[in-house]
């Protein structure tokens, strides 16, 4: 089993800066990519920010140049740094991993991220 946990999420102002981390444990041993979604109501859950195991990364246009995304192997935990928030940031971010082994998809249970003034 595979547990992604996220934290970090909160209410910022615009032009605020957030950093969310996701610490993942169990049978990682063979986890390739991970990154980062964010849903909001009504919408379909996007991919924000992903890193390959090789350190490869892609991020949606929405957020280049603001979000840089990271992972730290020796601790299991992934990271997204937002600078530059704006009130469309405003979603429930979810951590996401791949085992290509498997096929399969994990997902965290998603932390909120506000941002307002």
């Known amino acids: 089993q595979v547990q992604l946990v996220e934290s970090g999420g909160g209410l910022v102002q615009p032009g605020g800066s957030l950093r969310l981390s996701c610490a993942a444990s169990g049978s990682i041993f063979d986890m390739n990519s991970m990154g980062w979604f964010r849903q909001t109501p009504g919408k379909q859950r996007e991919l924000v920010a992903s890193i390959s195991g090789g350190g490869a990364t892609n991020y949606a246009d929405s957020i280049k140049g603001r979000f840089t995304i990271s992972r730290d192997k020796d601790k299991n935990t992934v990271y997204l740094q937002m600078n530059s928030l704006k009130p469309e940031d405003t979603a429930v971010y979810y951590c996401?991993?791949?085992?290509?082994?498997?096929?399969?998809?994990?997902w965290g249970q998603g932390t909120q991220v506000t941002v307002s003034s």
């Open positions: 996401w991993g791949w085992k290509a082994t498997l096929g399969r998809n994990y």
